[in-house]
Protein backbone atom coordinates (compact mmCIF):
# COMPACT_ATOMS: atom_id res chain seq x y z
CA UNK A 1 0.00 0.00 0.00
CA UNK A 2 1.10 3.11 -0.67
CA UNK A 3 1.91 6.08 1.79
CA UNK A 4 -0.55 8.05 -0.03
CA UNK A 5 -3.21 5.41 0.15
CA UNK A 6 -2.25 4.70 3.68
CA UNK A 7 -2.61 8.26 4.89
CA UNK A 8 -5.53 8.90 3.56
CA UNK A 9 -6.97 5.60 5.32
CA UNK A 10 -5.75 7.37 8.75
CA UNK A 11 -7.59 10.74 7.79
CA UNK A 12 -10.62 8.90 7.26
CA UNK A 13 -10.80 6.81 10.37
CA UNK A 14 -9.27 10.08 12.81
CA UNK A 15 -12.34 12.21 10.70
CA UNK A 16 -15.19 9.09 12.54
CA UNK A 17 -13.61 9.27 15.76
CA UNK A 18 -13.75 12.90 15.82
CA UNK A 19 -17.23 13.22 14.46
CA UNK A 20 -19.38 10.98 16.01
CA UNK A 21 -22.92 11.86 16.67
CA UNK A 22 -24.04 13.16 19.61
CA UNK A 23 -27.01 11.01 19.76
CA UNK A 24 -26.46 7.71 21.33
CA UNK A 25 -29.98 6.65 20.81
CA UNK A 26 -32.10 8.07 18.31
CA UNK A 27 -35.48 9.17 19.91
CA UNK A 28 -38.06 6.72 19.84
CA UNK A 29 -40.37 7.08 16.46
CA UNK A 30 -43.44 5.18 15.14
CA UNK A 31 -42.72 3.42 12.43
CA UNK A 32 -45.78 4.89 10.57
CA UNK A 33 -45.07 8.49 8.94
CA UNK A 34 -45.87 10.96 10.99
CA UNK A 35 -45.32 14.77 11.23
CA UNK A 36 -44.02 14.66 14.62
CA UNK A 37 -41.17 11.71 13.47
CA UNK A 38 -40.47 13.86 10.38
CA UNK A 39 -40.22 17.08 12.58
CA UNK A 40 -38.10 15.27 14.69
CA UNK A 41 -35.41 15.08 11.93
CA UNK A 42 -35.97 17.93 10.27
CA UNK A 43 -34.93 19.98 13.84
CA UNK A 44 -31.98 17.76 14.27
CA UNK A 45 -30.27 18.57 10.63
CA UNK A 46 -31.57 21.52 10.00
CA UNK A 47 -30.39 22.57 13.75
CA UNK A 48 -27.85 25.64 13.90
CA UNK A 49 -25.09 22.76 15.68
CA UNK A 50 -24.82 20.75 12.37
CA UNK A 51 -23.52 25.01 10.85
CA UNK A 52 -25.47 24.10 7.54
CA UNK A 53 -24.10 20.42 6.93
CA UNK A 54 -21.11 21.81 4.01
CA UNK A 55 -19.74 18.76 2.48
CA UNK A 56 -16.51 17.51 4.40
CA UNK A 57 -17.39 19.64 7.83
CA UNK A 58 -17.73 18.25 10.95
CA UNK A 59 -22.08 18.62 10.35
CA UNK A 60 -22.09 17.19 7.54
CA UNK A 61 -20.34 13.89 9.57
CA UNK A 62 -22.41 14.27 12.71
CA UNK A 63 -25.69 14.41 9.89
CA UNK A 64 -24.44 11.21 8.37
CA UNK A 65 -23.87 9.41 11.80
CA UNK A 66 -27.50 10.61 12.98
CA UNK A 67 -28.89 8.55 9.20
CA UNK A 68 -26.48 5.75 9.55
CA UNK A 69 -27.43 5.38 13.88
CA UNK A 70 -31.43 5.39 12.56
CA UNK A 71 -30.49 2.78 9.62
CA UNK A 72 -28.99 0.54 12.52
CA UNK A 73 -31.71 0.79 14.71
CA UNK A 74 -33.97 0.09 12.26
CA UNK A 75 -32.56 -2.71 11.02
CA UNK A 76 -31.40 -2.04 7.79
CA UNK A 77 -28.09 -4.12 6.42
CA UNK A 78 -25.28 -1.86 6.25
CA UNK A 79 -24.54 -1.20 2.32
CA UNK A 80 -21.72 0.95 2.56
CA UNK A 81 -17.46 0.57 2.36
CA UNK A 82 -16.58 -2.91 5.01
CA UNK A 83 -19.91 -3.40 6.13
CA UNK A 84 -20.72 -0.06 7.23
CA UNK A 85 -23.35 2.79 6.75
CA UNK A 86 -20.48 4.57 5.23
CA UNK A 87 -19.13 5.09 1.51
CA UNK A 88 -16.05 7.25 1.90
CA UNK A 89 -14.64 9.52 -0.19
CA UNK A 90 -12.70 12.44 -1.39
CA UNK A 91 -13.60 15.45 -1.90
CA UNK A 92 -11.72 18.91 -2.88
CA UNK A 93 -13.77 22.54 -2.31
CA UNK A 94 -11.90 23.39 -5.93
CA UNK A 95 -14.66 21.25 -7.42
CA UNK A 96 -17.27 23.01 -6.11
CA UNK A 97 -20.03 23.31 -9.46
CA UNK A 98 -18.03 20.59 -11.04
CA UNK A 99 -19.50 17.48 -11.67
CA UNK A 100 -16.76 15.54 -10.86
CA UNK A 101 -14.15 15.40 -7.77
CA UNK A 102 -10.85 16.93 -8.16
CA UNK A 103 -8.74 15.59 -4.93
CA UNK A 104 -5.25 16.32 -6.49
CA UNK A 105 -6.06 19.94 -6.92
CA UNK A 106 -4.14 22.10 -5.08
CA UNK A 107 -6.14 25.15 -5.19
CA UNK A 108 -8.52 23.83 -2.75
CA UNK A 109 -8.82 22.11 1.03
CA UNK A 110 -8.69 18.45 1.00
CA UNK A 111 -11.80 16.51 2.78
CA UNK A 112 -13.10 13.31 3.39
CA UNK A 113 -17.23 13.00 2.66
CA UNK A 114 -19.23 9.99 2.67
CA UNK A 115 -23.00 8.49 1.35
CA UNK A 116 -25.28 6.25 4.35
CA UNK A 117 -26.27 3.57 2.72
CA UNK A 118 -28.64 0.79 3.93
CA UNK A 119 -30.48 -1.86 2.32
CA UNK A 120 -34.31 -3.75 3.32
CA UNK A 121 -34.57 -7.11 2.19
CA UNK A 122 -37.50 -7.91 0.17
CA UNK A 123 -39.87 -10.60 0.59
CA UNK A 124 -40.16 -12.31 -2.54
CA UNK A 125 -37.81 -10.79 -5.29
CA UNK A 126 -34.47 -11.08 -3.89
CA UNK A 127 -32.42 -10.04 -7.00
CA UNK A 128 -34.40 -6.83 -7.68
CA UNK A 129 -33.64 -3.23 -5.82
CA UNK A 130 -36.03 0.01 -5.89
CA UNK A 131 -33.41 2.79 -4.69
CA UNK A 132 -34.84 5.69 -2.87
CA UNK A 133 -32.13 8.31 -1.98
CA UNK A 134 -31.70 11.86 -0.81
CA UNK A 135 -28.87 14.46 -0.81
CA UNK A 136 -28.18 15.28 3.35
CA UNK A 137 -25.67 18.07 2.68
CA UNK A 138 -26.19 21.63 2.31
CA UNK A 139 -24.36 25.11 1.22
CA UNK A 140 -22.81 25.11 5.28
CA UNK A 141 -21.91 29.09 5.79
CA UNK A 142 -22.83 30.24 2.41
CA UNK A 143 -20.46 31.09 -0.50
CA UNK A 144 -20.94 29.39 -4.05
CA UNK A 145 -24.28 28.79 -4.60
CA UNK A 146 -25.74 30.45 -1.90
CA UNK A 147 -28.34 32.99 -2.45
CA UNK A 148 -26.65 35.34 -0.24
CA UNK A 149 -23.29 34.15 -1.08
CA UNK A 150 -21.30 37.45 -0.11
CA UNK A 151 -22.87 36.99 3.81
CA UNK A 152 -20.95 34.38 6.28
CA UNK A 153 -24.11 32.68 8.02
CA UNK A 154 -25.66 29.33 8.58
CA UNK A 155 -27.64 27.98 5.88
CA UNK A 156 -29.61 25.57 7.93
CA UNK A 157 -31.28 23.94 4.18
CA UNK A 158 -34.28 22.71 5.98
CA UNK A 159 -35.73 21.68 2.67
CA UNK A 160 -32.61 21.48 0.83
CA UNK A 161 -32.56 18.67 2.10
CA UNK A 162 -33.17 17.88 5.30
CA UNK A 163 -36.85 17.30 4.21
CA UNK A 164 -35.77 14.86 1.64
CA UNK A 165 -33.71 13.30 4.49
CA UNK A 166 -36.52 13.08 6.74
CA UNK A 167 -38.53 11.30 4.46
CA UNK A 168 -36.02 8.79 3.38
CA UNK A 169 -35.61 8.28 7.55
CA UNK A 170 -39.25 7.75 7.54
CA UNK A 171 -39.95 5.29 4.75
CA UNK A 172 -37.05 3.50 6.11
CA UNK A 173 -38.78 2.79 9.14
CA UNK A 174 -41.70 2.11 7.37
CA UNK A 175 -40.48 -0.58 5.40
CA UNK A 176 -38.07 -2.31 8.42
CA UNK A 177 -41.32 -2.92 9.89
CA UNK A 178 -43.39 -3.79 6.61
CA UNK A 179 -41.27 -5.67 4.42
CA UNK A 180 -41.45 -4.95 0.64
CA UNK A 181 -41.53 -7.24 -1.99
CA UNK A 182 -38.97 -6.46 -3.50
CA UNK A 183 -35.10 -5.14 -1.75
CA UNK A 184 -34.92 -1.27 -1.33
CA UNK A 185 -31.70 0.10 -0.67
CA UNK A 186 -31.38 3.90 1.07
CA UNK A 187 -28.83 6.06 -0.12
CA UNK A 188 -28.26 9.13 1.35
CA UNK A 189 -25.87 11.62 -0.80
CA UNK A 190 -23.13 13.99 0.47
CA UNK A 191 -21.67 16.48 -2.01
CA UNK A 192 -24.43 16.99 -4.07
CA UNK A 193 -24.31 20.80 -3.50
CA UNK A 194 -20.92 20.84 -5.04
CA UNK A 195 -21.45 18.96 -8.27
CA UNK A 196 -23.49 15.70 -7.72
CA UNK A 197 -20.08 13.83 -6.53
CA UNK A 198 -21.63 11.49 -3.65
CA UNK A 199 -24.14 9.92 -6.35
CA UNK A 200 -21.35 9.92 -8.78
CA UNK A 201 -19.42 7.82 -6.20
CA UNK A 202 -22.45 5.64 -5.50
CA UNK A 203 -23.04 4.89 -9.53
CA UNK A 204 -18.79 4.10 -9.50
CA UNK A 205 -19.17 1.62 -6.66
CA UNK A 206 -22.91 0.42 -6.39
CA UNK A 207 -23.68 -2.07 -3.75
CA UNK A 208 -25.54 -3.89 -6.06
CA UNK A 209 -25.00 -4.66 -9.61
CA UNK A 210 -26.74 -1.65 -11.39
CA UNK A 211 -28.61 -4.28 -13.44
CA UNK A 212 -30.34 -5.21 -10.37
CA UNK A 213 -31.67 -1.91 -9.70
CA UNK A 214 -35.43 -1.80 -11.01
CA UNK A 215 -35.99 2.15 -10.09
CA UNK A 216 -34.43 5.01 -7.91
CA UNK A 217 -36.53 7.13 -6.37
CA UNK A 218 -34.91 10.47 -5.53
CA UNK A 219 -36.82 12.42 -2.36
CA UNK A 220 -35.33 16.24 -2.80
CA UNK A 221 -36.84 19.53 -1.93
CA UNK A 222 -40.26 18.03 -0.88
CA UNK A 223 -41.10 19.96 2.04
CA UNK A 224 -43.05 22.43 -0.26
CA UNK A 225 -46.19 21.18 -0.80
CA UNK A 226 -48.41 23.82 -1.12
CA UNK A 227 -52.71 23.97 -1.75
CA UNK A 228 -52.13 19.90 -2.54
CA UNK A 229 -50.03 20.54 -5.42
CA UNK A 230 -47.24 18.44 -6.34
CA UNK A 231 -44.51 18.33 -9.21
CA UNK A 232 -42.96 14.99 -9.86
CA UNK A 233 -39.43 15.20 -11.91
CA UNK A 234 -38.01 12.46 -14.13
CA UNK A 235 -40.97 10.85 -15.21
CA UNK A 236 -40.36 10.42 -18.71
CA UNK A 237 -37.26 8.10 -17.71
CA UNK A 238 -39.83 5.20 -17.98
CA UNK A 239 -42.92 4.79 -19.81
CA UNK A 240 -44.62 3.37 -16.65
CA UNK A 241 -44.37 6.27 -13.83
CA UNK A 242 -47.40 8.43 -15.03
CA UNK A 243 -49.25 5.14 -14.18
CA UNK A 244 -47.59 4.14 -11.25
CA UNK A 245 -47.82 7.33 -9.86
CA UNK A 246 -51.79 7.93 -10.79
CA UNK A 247 -52.69 4.57 -8.91
CA UNK A 248 -50.72 5.60 -5.86
CA UNK A 249 -52.18 8.77 -5.35
CA UNK A 250 -54.81 8.11 -2.92
CA UNK A 251 -54.32 11.22 -1.32
CA UNK A 252 -55.91 13.15 -4.13
CA UNK A 253 -53.14 15.23 -4.90
CA UNK A 254 -52.83 17.83 -7.62
CA UNK A 255 -49.59 16.41 -9.30
CA UNK A 256 -48.47 17.25 -12.16
CA UNK A 257 -45.42 15.27 -13.79
CA UNK A 258 -42.69 16.72 -15.53
CA UNK A 259 -40.54 14.31 -18.02
CA UNK A 260 -37.21 15.76 -17.58
CA UNK A 261 -35.20 14.79 -14.69
CA UNK A 262 -33.41 18.30 -14.14
CA UNK A 263 -34.86 19.72 -11.14
Known sequence: MSFMKSGFRWIIFLALLSCRSPVDKPKPLSPAITPGDIRSHIEFLA??????RATGSAGEAVAANYIADHFEHY??????????????????TASSGSPHSIPDDT?????????????????????????????????????????????????NGADDNASGTAGLLELAHYFSERKPRKNVLFVAFSAEEIGLIGSQ?????????TEQMAAMINLDMIGRLQNN???????GSSSRWDGLIHRANSDSLDIKTIPDGTG
Do not use: C, W
Open 229 to 235: KLLIFGT
Open 107 to 155: TGQQRVSRNVAGIVRGTEIPDEYLVIGAHYDHLGMGGPGSLARNTSRIH
Open 201 to 209: HFVDHPPAA
Open 75 to 92: GLIPAGDDNTYFQLFRVN
Open 47 to 52: GDSLEG
